[in-house]
């Protein structure tokens, strides 16, 4: 029996609205995998570096994986009492490590040039001679305060 056969009337009006989003959120998704499945993984793959690579595998698996959640709560299946939780646990596992990954390669360097030219600048005491010579070799020369009256 399709579902066209049962009135409308049959249906809560309560559920008629998440009815509605779920059959456009369910075309959305088509139209996604289509588009996917329209391009080779070998073409996409190849345009990707390999921490895209990893990206792009991680969230079709989380995709496909979240999909038979979905799939078992139709069915009347608990899927947390099944695999399918240690699994999607297991991807966000991965995924939380590509991102850490991703975090570090955007993280601020550390010049330690430049840290060790302020450690020294702010370890120079009085009587020392200073460490910001300049290039020709004699030293650089101090402001003047100006004489207050």
């Known amino acids: 029996m399709a579902d066209e056969d049962i009135p ?3 249906y809560p009006a309560e559920i008629e609205e998440y ?8 075309d959305s998704l088509h139209n996604m995998v289509k588009t996917m499945v329209s391009v ?4 996409l793959v190849q345009k ?3 921490l895209e690579q990893a990206k792009l595998d991680l969230m079709s698996a989380y995709a496909l994986n979240s999909l038979y959640w979905t799939y078992l709560v139709t069915q009347g299946v608990n899927p947390k009492e099944h695999g399918v939780k240690q699994e999607l646990e297991r ?9 850490e990954i991703a975090d ?9 040039a430049a ?3 302020f450690m020294r600048s702010a370890l120079w005491e009085p ?3 200073k460490a910001n010579a300049t290039p020709g070799g004699s030293q650089a020369k101090e402001r003047k305060e100006p004489s207050r009256k």
């Open 8 to 10: 409308a009337e049959e």
């Open 19 to 26: 009815l509605t989003e779920f059959d456009s959120s369910v």
């Open 40 to 43: 080779s993984k070998n073409e």
């Open 48 to 50: 990707l570096d390999p």
């Open 91 to 99: 991807i966000r596992t991965y995924m939380n490590k590509v991102r």
């Open 104 to 112: 570090r390669k955007t993280a601020a360097r550390l010049d330690k």
């Open 115 to 117: 840290a060790s030219r």
């Open 127 to 129: 009587g020392q001679e």
